[in-house]
Every structure is written in structure tokens, then in C-alpha cells.
């Protein structure tokens, strides 16, 4: 869930990365950003669904801030697929620089509140079974101790199934990243966004020490999920 105005991030995350912001160089983002508080219009490069700054969503999903918001990310071999609150807005081969990395929750702008946060493996191109068997929890009984913080901190909590990060300095960009790496997989979770300007994302397969960059980075791959002003 993204707050009013925010935006807010999962991200797939290299190991031994240390302070500093991170922005993402070398992995991929899926962004979360409540559009109507941007402050300027954004671009279809840049709007909720996209691969941030390469690839446009088409369509554009409808998530708006301050409410539940559905995410489903599958990434297979070369294969991106992103869908938020049911739509498919990305669905095509991107240039990966790796074939595993860690997963990310960003901070970054505003709070942002992440639950239902389960991944699966995919072999051969299919889950590694049908239906719910599978999933796995990746924050079990409020449990951050598969995750470490990264780059700028702020305050990260998980009670009753939800997991809150609120910035420390919102001019300073951190992530909670996966201690596990992941290939083949499916990821799925429900985010809600708040505050003034919110912003945070996803990002994949990120490398065991990544460099830590400004967001121009021509290695950056980030996917965007924000909330379109109407």
C-alpha cells in the first residue's frame, strides 16, 4: 500500500551491499509511487507497472494510494511479467545481467506497508506445484531475520502480517533485502502507500555487490508502480 503521494519499492537486492543511497544499478525495480502527489506528470517510462526508465506499461494499471494494491511478478529466464490489481502492463524479454539475485523492499518517500509477501520457484517453465502448495512466506510469524537493511535505514516493522517502513531521512534511499537469492520465480504481495509524495518499488535479481549509483545508471532496471493521478 503506498501512502497519498508516496511511492515505495520491492527490490531484488545483490549481497554485501553497503551505506550510502541505492539507487539500483545492475538489477531490476518495479516501482510503487502514488502519481497524483509526483508533483509533475509522469511519463509511461516512468508510471506504475513500467520497467522503470526502459519499458513503458501498456496498459497502464489503476492502483490507486492510500488502499490495497495486488502485485504479481514473474520472472523466468528472460521473461518479465508484471501485473498489478489484475492487469498486465509489462509481459516481454528484458536484458538481465545475472541469472539470480536477492529481492528488495525499498524506502524511500512517505511510509509504505507490504503483506502477503510469497514467492514460489518455477522450473521448466511451471510452478513447482499448481495452486496454493508452494508459496512460500517470506516474512513467517512477523520474522525481518531473513532481511537486512541497506543503505540509508529507516524504521522497518512487521506486526500482524504487515510489514511498515518509515523513512529516516527522506532525501536518503535504503532498502530491506532478502538474504536468500532467487532464479525462476514468481513473487507476489499486496503494498499500500502513504504520506506526502510516497515512493518505493521492486527490484530483481540484483548482484552480490552491486555499485551503488545515481538512477541514470544504463544497468538500472527498475519496475514502477505508483498511483496515476485521474
Same mark, same amino acid.
Given at each position: 500500500?503506498?501512502?497519498?503521494?508516496?511511492?515505495? +519499492?520491492?527490490r531484488g537486492v545483490p549481497a554485501g551491499v553497503g551505506g550510502g543511497d541505492i539507487y539500483g544499478a545492475e538489477f531490476a525495480e518495479v516501482q510503487l509511487v502514488d502519481e497524483a502527489q509526483a508533483g509533475?506528470?509522469?511519463? &509511461?517510462?516512468?508510471? *506504475?507497472?513500467?520497467?522503470?526508465?526502459?519499458? &513503458?506499461?501498456?496498459?497502464?494499471? *489503476?492502483?490507486?494510494?492510500?488502499?490495497?494494491?495486488?502485485?504479481?511478478?514473474?520472472?523466468?529466464?528472460?521473461?518479465?511479467?508484471? *501485473?498489478?490489481? /489484475?492487469?498486465?502492463?509489462?509481459?516481454?524479454?528484458?536484458?538481465?545481467?545475472?541469472?539470480? /539475485?536477492?529481492?528488495?523492499?525499498?524506502?524511500?518517500?512517505?511510509?509504505?506497508?507490504?503483506?502477503?509477501?510469497?514467492?514460489?520457484?518455477?522450473?521448466?517453465?511451471?510452478?513447482?506445484?499448481?495452486?496454493?502448495?508452494?508459496?512460500?512466506?517470506?516474512?513467517?510469524?512477523?520474522?525481518?531475520?531473513?532481511?537486512?537493511?541497506?543503505?540509508? *535505514?529507516?524504521?522497518?516493522?512487521?506486526?500482524?502480517?504487515?510489514?511498515?517502513?518509515?523513512?529516516?531521512?527522506?532525501?536518503?534511499? /535504503?532498502?530491506?533485502?532478502?538474504?536468500?537469492?532467487?532464479?525462476?520465480? +514468481?513473487?507476489?504481495?499486496?503494498?499500500?502507500?502513504?504520506?506526502?509524495?510516497?515512493?518505493?518499488?521492486?527490484?530483481?535479481?540484483?548482484?552480490?555487490? &552491486?555499485?551503488?549509483?545515481?538512477? +541514470?545508471?544504463?544497468?538500472?532496471?527498475?519496475?514502477?508502480?505508483?498511483?496515476?493521478?485521474?
Amino acid at each position: 500500500r503506498v501512502p497519498a503521494g508516496g511511492q515505495g +519499492e520491492l527490490r531484488g537486492v545483490p549481497a554485501g551491499v553497503g551505506g550510502g543511497d541505492i539507487y539500483g544499478a545492475e538489477f531490476a525495480e518495479v516501482q510503487l509511487v502514488d502519481e497524483a502527489q509526483a508533483g509533475s506528470p509522469i511519463g &509511461p517510462l516512468n508510471r *506504475t507497472g513500467s520497467v522503470w526508465n526502459r519499458y &513503458p506499461s501498456d496498459p497502464a494499471p *489503476t492502483a490507486p494510494a492510500g488502499q490495497w494494491n495486488r502485485l504479481q511478478v514473474r520472472a523466468v529466464g528472460d521473461r518479465l511479467t508484471v *501485473t498489478v490489481n /489484475g492487469t498486465k502492463c509489462v509481459d516481454r524479454d528484458v536484458v538481465w545481467d545475472r541469472a539470480a /539475485g536477492k529481492i528488495g523492499l525499498q524506502k524511500n518517500r512517505g511510509g509504505s506497508e507490504f503483506r502477503n509477501v510469497r514467492v514460489r520457484p518455477v522450473a521448466g517453465g511451471l510452478p513447482a506445484s499448481p495452486g496454493r502448495p508452494g508459496w512460500k512466506d517470506l516474512f513467517p510469524n512477523d520474522r525481518l531475520d531473513g532481511w537486512e537493511e541497506l543503505g540509508s *535505514t529507516g524504521r522497518w516493522s512487521a506486526r500482524d502480517g504487515v510489514v511498515t517502513v518509515t523513512p529516516d531521512d527522506p532525501r536518503r534511499l /535504503g532498502m530491506l533485502a532478502s538474504k536468500a537469492a532467487y532464479k525462476d520465480f +514468481e513473487l507476489r504481495f499486496e503494498y499500500r502507500l502513504s504520506g506526502r509524495t510516497p515512493n518505493s518499488g521492486l527490484f530483481l535479481r540484483l548482484p552480490d555487490a &552491486p555499485a551503488v549509483v545515481g538512477p +541514470e545508471s544504463a544497468d538500472n532496471i527498475e519496475f514502477q508502480f505508483q498511483h496515476d493521478a485521474p
